[in-house]
């Protein structure tokens, strides 16, 4: 079938879909209420309709009325309703995004299973790289090949799992297509009323919200499914698909793995404690256990070969002697029935091992050699012994197959389910290193310091007994407890603990020096004090350290490989952490054995740090200690890019634009030093945040920025809508190692030359300095903050419940402006796109575009958006965000929401708007936004039609909130709106 026939008939099935489950929702409503909601909610969205055709000067809107009157009928219907009745409405009009979504992951999974085989990303970038560099390029590709998503639980999902998973069952059934009037249909039809009847029931709202092991739950939930529904067969696709050009994949390489953050970061986060860490890990294993153990049963079934039949090598034979005889509790019945069949005893022995495995670790028991596992090392050992007794006796074909495939997941899921990155800020570190040093100094523990370390440091701390002082110098204490012992967790009397103001002369030491002297403390053969020295806040960051460390032990070296440093501007901010991780044992590069067990990498969020990351890198491998510690990790250093804070501060453009360039500077950095890099991207769902298409942000970095690794957060509302149904997730994770190939084997040159790429870069400069100029005087306009919070339902979000993270940041980071000091931009963006503005994924683009025009760039503008990758993936994720702004609706929040002498500011935000569209319609040659994606248009337009009462309805409910004392059921109608608008705009923040 023709493309654009097969895609009109795929257009009708949604439509249908959507009718479909618009009917049944309105049936539901007629049963639960009776027939006046629904005709309510008929009249209301009439109404809005309506007024919009009037905007537009189409329809018969275009009669005697205007936009205006239309606008007045709905204020005036919604402000005579009552509470109950405010929040049935809104409720139905969010069930129906919901349940429009729902029908339209379904649309996008009938597209992947009518796509011809031959227009998958995956298997077109392998054989443009086959064709295009050789198989052996292919290989090295692949060789390297390490995509990490990392699941965040920043508080951007609206929707209640209970919900979700109801969604997943709607999902499930429209997914299996019936014949309309068929019997089939019916019964399809009375199972779809019967959910939705009760998700009707069912509360939309957490009433309590959740903890960071809640969220690591929610998120093991989603890792389960990927990895036992999705990443077998398409790691098992990958192979066959490489193997066509003479390509192999590891049987036990993870060239697609996955991290989190759930109870590592602590940045912000108060509620993620230490014991919170323990809990997340156990739970985490137990997860990872019951995967593996599946898949080993799947293994038992499948290996019935027989000694009777065939021979076993003797290695296996031996193996399985060994574990029965360390297992004597295995079931004697299981020995008898398998006693010819060895691969399914040293199966049943593996299996017993895992659950020997968890049951030691939630008992926090030391390893016991042969009965249990300390590492995936040691089960893919196993498994090797399985592998090369069956390519030993011609069963390579199982060995390759169904053994392969299991060995695949054992290695992508281990002990550990997903890698644990820790992250918390740099200002806490210094504290604690500073109370370290004062605890030294004033309890005479020596530092034992080296000579080559003295001369630096000497001058660094005027303290009594500074650093490379006899007092110092004097000898080492013993190594630190083990985390959970009593030295380890204990706290001195307030009488023994030292204050935090002796401290005062390691923190006001300016940057150079600091670095010297914590790069000295590396080389210390003992800890500076011991942790019982320290007051409780202190004590508690160098305990996260501790935890990794206990971490590692009961889970293997795959548990945590990175410290995270936010508010980094210099090279101390990183070696702080770095010395911290000393004290735990982490590190020790001055034993007969160095080893650095874990790796860091600095987050640059802030305009000034992105600016200043070439330096920092240069700064830190220019440091010999640090610089063994990355020779130690593999001569691997990461760097994290925090898309939201630098947005928030400087506005979309200059924000992605400084990202990019900071990859170039950071990329020749390394090259100079001999390392190589992986870059994690921070980004968030919207625009605002970093967010738009993985696949077209992978292949948007500089040339040579990417060799294989590459790590990209994963959050909130974007889990769900990525990885609810297996081949959607399958999809996602296709077009991200497609991405990830494609960049690493065919764009480590550049694909312009080095004159265009001069003019593109001037150009984009000019955008940058003029969209940043527009946006500074946006958001540093006295006015802004109280314009905010009337315009947009912001104080809100705390109320939501949306995760364990506080709405506002405990103190002071990277501001839009003054009086915006503790804002998150997770905050920030919630409450623009709630009122429509959104204005952090477009404001000042148009002035930049406007200005590169003015200078005379505009043919070359359009050269650039035909042949520059990372211009076209800008322009596309604006125009976007342009599409689903509405500054119609908008003005309804500032007219009724907003004092007048505020309301200057929605008029600046209007021109830039209308200039900006402008712009980009001028840029892509379109009549109107999206016209060349016009079924994203489309749907758009229809969302509308419901999106719109919901606003009005936020609107008039904040009127009432903000005119009356607190009410519960007021605030529970507004939260049910801002949950609708998240699921109609398909993202919060």
């Known amino acids: 079938m023709p493309h654009a026939a097969r895609d009109r008939d795929l257009d009708a099935s949604l439509r249908a879909d959507v009718r479909r489950v618009s009917t049944l929702l309105g049936e539901s409503l007629v049963r639960q209420h009776g027939p006046d909601l629904l005709d309510l909610v008929e009249q209301v969205r009439l109404l809005t309709k309506e007024s919009k055709e009037a905007a537009r000067g189409e329809g018969e809107?275009?009669?005697?009325?205007?936009?205006?009157?239309?606008?007045?009928?709905?204020?005036?219907?919604?402000?005579?309703?009552?509470?109950?009745?405010?929040?049935?409405?809104?409720?139905?009009?969010?069930?129906?995004?919901?349940?429009?979504?729902?029908?339209?992951?379904?649309?996008?999974?009938?597209?992947?299973?009518?796509?011809?085989?031959?227009?998958?990303?995956?298997?077109?970038?392998?054989?443009?790289?086959?064709?295009?560099?050789?198989?052996?390029?292919?290989?090295r590709a692949v060789n390297q090949l390490d995509v990490r998503p990392v699941f965040t639980a920043h508080p951007t999902e609206a929707s209640r799992r209970t919900v979700l998973d109801k969604l997943r069952a709607i999902s499930d059934l429209l997914s299996t297509t019936t014949a309309e009037g068929s019997t089939a249909r019916r019964r399809q039809d009375r199972r779809l009323a019967e959910i939705i009847d009760q998700m009707w029931q069912t509360d939309e709202l957490r009433h309590v919200r959740p903890s960071p092991v809640d969220e690591a739950r929610n998120a093991a939930y989603y890792l389960g499914n990927i990895l036992t529904n999705t990443m077998p067969e398409l790691m098992g696709d990958l192979a066959e698909l490489l193997s066509e050009h003479g390509v192999t994949l590891p049987d036990d390489g993870a060239p697609l793995r996955f991290g989190s953050w759930i109870g590592g970061d602590r940045d912000g986060n108060p509620h993620v404690t230490v014991d919170v860490t323990h809990e997340v890990f156990q739970l985490q294993n137990q997860h990872a256990v019951r995967i593996n153990i599946g898949f080993v049963d799947t293994l038992i079934a499948v290996l019935s070969n027989s000694t009777t039949i065939v021979a076993a090598t003797d290695?296996?034979?031996?193996?399985?002697?060994?574990?029965?005889?360390?297992?004597?509790?295995?079931?004697?019945?299981?020995?008898?029935?398998?006693?010819?069949?060895?691969?399914?005893?040293?199966?049943?022995?593996?299996?017993?091992?895992?659950?020997?495995?968890?049951?030691?670790?939630?008992?926090?028991?030391?390893?016991?050699?042969?009965?249990?596992?300390?590492?995936?090392?040691?089960?893919?050992?196993?498994?090797?012994?399985?592998?090369?007794?069956?390519?030993?006796?011609?069963?390579?074909?199982?060995?390759?197959?169904s053994l392969a495939a299991v060995r695949r997941a054992v290695s992508t899921i281990g002990l550990h389910l997903a890698t644990l990155d820790f992250r918390d800020n740099a200002g806490r570190h210094h504290k604690a290193v500073a109370a370290l040093l004062a605890a030294r100094d004033a309890e005479g523990v020596p530092a034992g310091v080296p000579a080559g370390g003295q001369a630096a440091a000497a001058g660094a701390l005027a303290s009594p007994a500074s650093v490379g002082s006899p007092a110092a110098t004097a000898g080492a204490v013993p190594s630190p407890a083990l985390v959970g012992s009593p030295a380890a967790t204990a706290v001195a009397p307030a009488a023994a603990s030292v204050d935090d103001a002796a401290s005062e002369n390691y923190l006001e030491l300016a940057a150079g020096p600091r670095q010297q002297l914590l790069s000295s403390l590396l080389l210390s053969p003992g800890p500076l004090a011991p942790p019982s020295s320290l007051k409780k806040k202190r004590a508690r960051t160098l305990e996260v350290f501790q935890a990794i460390a206990d971490a590692l032990r009961l889970y293997g070296p795959d548990a945590v490989e990175t410290y995270i440093v936010s508010r980094?501007?210099?090279?101390?901010?990183?070696?702080?952490?770095?010395?911290?991780?000393?004290?735990?044992?982490?590190?020790?590069?001055?034993?007969?054995?160095?080893?650095?067990?874990?790796?860091?990498?600095p987050l640059l969020e802030s305009v000034e740090a992105l600016r200043s990351g070439g330096q920092i890198l240069d700064d830190l491998l220019s440091d010999p200690q640090y610089r063994r510690i990355v020779r130690l990790r593999g001569d691997l250093q990461e760097v994290m890019f925090g898309y939201s804070d630098s947005n928030m501060e400087a506005g979309v453009a200059t924000s992605q634009w400084e990202i990019h360039k900071a990859q170039l500077v950071l990329r020749d950095v390394a090259a100079r030093h001999g390392v190589r890099l992986r870059f994690f991207h921070g980004r968030g769902g919207s625009v605002g945040r970093g967010g738009g298409p993985t696949y077209d942000a992978i292949l948007a970095q500089p040339n040579g920025a990417l060799a294989g690794e590459i790590k990209f957060t994963e959050q909130g509302e974007v889990i769900s809508d990525k990885y609810t149904l297996p081949e959607l997730a399958r999809e996602n994770l296709e077009l991200a190692l497609a991405a990830v190939l494609q960049a690493s084997a065919l764009h480590q040159e550049p694909r312009t030359s080095e004159a265009e790429r001069?003019?593109?870069?001037?150009?984009?400069?000019?955008?940058?300095?003029?969209?940043?100029?527009?946006?500074?005087?946006?958001?540093?306009?006295?006015?802004?903050?109280?314009?905010?919070?009337?315009?947009?339902?912001?104080?809100?979000?705390?109320?939501?419940?949306f995760g364990s993270r506080p709405?506002?940041?405990?103190?002071?980071?990277?501001?839009?402006?003054?009086?915006?000091?503790?804002?998150?931009?997770?905050?920030?963006?919630?409450?623009?796109?709630?009122?429509?503005?959104?204005?952090?994924?477009?404001?000042?683009?148009?002035?930049?575009?406007?200005?590169?025009?003015?200078?005379?760039?505009?043919?070359?503008?359009?050269?650039?958006?035909?042949?520059?990758?990372?211009?076209?993936?800008?322009?596309?994720?604006?125009?976007?965000?342009?599409?689903?702004?509405?500054?119609?609706?908008?003005?309804?929040?500032?007219?009724?929401?907003?004092?007048?002498?505020?309301?200057?500011?929605?008029?600046?935000?209007?021109?830039?708007?209308?200039?900006t569209v402008a712009e980009i319609r001028m840029l892509t040659g379109e009549n109107q936004l999206l016209d060349n994606q016009p079924v994203l248009q489309r749907s758009l337009d229809v969302r509308d039609q419901y999106l719109d009462p919901i606003s009005y309805m936020q609107v008039e409910l904040l009127r009432r909130i903000r005119a009356s004392e607190p009410d519960e059921a007021l605030q529970r109608a507004m939260l049910i709106t801002v949950n609708g608008i998240a699921a109609g705009l398909r993202n919060t923040g």
């Open 758 to 801: 001069g003019r593109y870069h001037a150009a984009m400069e000019e955008i940058s300095g003029a969209a940043y100029a527009r946006y500074r005087s946006l958001v540093e306009h006295p006015d802004l903050p109280e314009y905010f919070r009337a315009s947009t339902p912001v104080e809100q979000l705390s109320a939501v419940k």
């Open 61 to 139: 809107a275009t009669g005697p009325w205007t936009a205006r009157d239309v606008i007045d009928q709905v204020r005036e219907l919604l402000a005579g309703l009552g509470v109950d009745e405010a929040t049935d409405l809104a409720r139905a009009f969010a069930f129906y995004f919901h349940l429009a979504n729902a029908a339209e992951q379904v649309h996008r999974v009938r597209q992947l299973r009518v796509r011809p085989e031959e227009d998958g990303q995956l298997l077109r970038t392998v054989a443009q790289i086959a064709d295009e560099a050789g198989p052996e390029a292919l290989q």
């Open 568 to 601: 980094v501007r210099g090279a101390d901010d990183v070696l702080a952490a770095v010395v911290l991780a000393r004290e735990a044992g982490l590190l020790d590069l001055g034993g007969a054995t160095p080893e650095a067990l874990i790796g860091f990498a």
């Open 315 to 401: 290695e296996l034979l031996d193996s399985v002697a060994e574990d029965l005889a360390n297992l004597p509790g295995l079931d004697p019945r299981v020995r008898e029935l398998n006693a010819n069949e060895p691969y399914r005893l040293k199966l049943t022995c593996i299996k017993a091992k895992l659950l020997n495995t968890s049951a030691r670790i939630q008992r926090r028991l030391p390893h016991e050699p042969g009965r249990d596992y300390s590492s995936t090392a040691e089960v893919l050992a196993d498994l090797a012994l399985i592998e090369q007794s069956l390519r030993a006796h011609t069963a390579w074909l199982v060995a390759d197959g």
């Open 807 to 915: 709405a506002d940041r405990p103190e002071a980071g990277p501001a839009a402006g003054p009086g915006f000091g503790k804002l998150r931009a997770i905050t920030w963006v919630f409450g623009w796109t709630q009122s429509r503005q959104i204005v952090p994924g477009w404001y000042g683009v148009g002035s930049g575009l406007r200005a590169a025009r003015a200078a005379g760039l505009q043919p070359l503008l359009r050269e650039m958006i035909s042949n520059w990758h990372y211009f076209q993936s800008f322009i596309s994720n604006v125009e976007m965000t342009l599409a689903k702004t509405d500054l119609e609706i908008a003005a309804h929040y500032v007219a009724m929401l907003v004092p007048a002498e505020l309301r200057h500011l929605f008029d600046d935000i209007r021109t830039e708007y209308e200039l």
